[in-house]
């Protein structure tokens, strides 16, 4: 079994559950993104750039879809979180109700569109 999809069925309940849902999000919004395992974490990439990471935080109890936020990455700034990341915002999930679909289509196809070489600006 590839490491990143290991690391997404060990999570525990509810935090498996959750990541397989945004895992299908990724995947049928952005089928040619590949996963990969980097720094102990899922990372999703597109001709060969990073575009968004997902990751749990079991001691806050929430799970993380990471993207790079670019200069040129414009949406949802309002809810995504940065808590001090300079180049990485995200959409945070305490339970699977919190999710909107909607939104981290929206996010994951403006990460696709200003995604660079690389995990900085």
């Not at 990969?36 to 990073?50: A, D, T």
């Not at 990471?53 to 040129?72: A, H, I, S």
Request: aromatic share 14%.
């Amino acid at each position: 079994m590839k490491p990143a999809l290991e690391y997404i069925l060990k999570q525990p309940e509810p935090f498996k559950r959750m990541l397989l849902e945004v895992q299908v999000l990724i995947e049928n919004t952005l089928p040619r993104n590949e996963l990969f395992y980097k720094w102990r974490l899922p990372i999703y990439y597109s001709e060969g750039c990073p575009v968004c990471y997902l990751n749990v935080n079991k001691k806050k109890n929430y799970v993380d879809v990471c993207f790079w936020t670019r200069e040129d990455f414009n949406i949802h700034l309002d809810i995504l979180v940065s808590e001090n990341r300079k180049f990485v915002k995200s959409l945070r999930y305490f339970k699977s109700e919190d999710m909107d679909g909607k939104i981290l289509i929206e996010c994951l196809e403006e990460a696709n569109r200003t995604k660079k070489k690389g995990y900085t600006a």
